[in-house]
């Protein structure tokens, strides 16, 4: 199992960044996918994760800001990021499991700055 990242970088607050996890060596359109974030000095905390039947949750300090999505097709899941302040400032992982085992993207930078 392989999670490629991509995106995140340096935006002001109120701006927006898309990121965008490229999976292979699973049946993406039967697993289900999720994104964590590990803010400076904090613990890894969950972002948002959409199940294999189409399910989404997010964590109530993104909701109505993020949004995530997926492209079977193309075996990629993406997380929209609007409005974005200060505090969303950390290191996002894309991740997958299979049974017990979790899979990590290596991590993506996001900073917001004030």
């Known amino acids: 199992v392989q999670l490629q990242a991509s995106g995140g970088g340096l935006v002001q607050t109120g701006g927006s960044l898309r990121l965008s996890c490229a999976a292979s060596?699973?049946?993406?359109?039967?697993?289900?996918m999720a994104w964590y974030r590990q803010p400076p000095g904090k613990q890894r905390e969950l972002v948002t994760s959409?199940?294999?039947?189409?399910?989404?949750n997010y964590a109530d300090s993104v909701k109505d800001r993020f949004t995530l999505s997926r492209d079977n097709a193309k075996n990629t899941v993406y997380l929209q990021m609007n409005s974005l302040r200060p505090e969303d400032t950390a290191i996002y992982y894309c991740n997958t499991w299979i049974d017990r085992t979790n899979y990590w993207g290596q991590g993506s930078q996001v900073t917001v700055s004030s």
């Open positions: 060596g699973i049946s993406f359109s039967l697993n289900g």
């Open positions: 959409i199940f294999s039947g189409g399910y989404i």
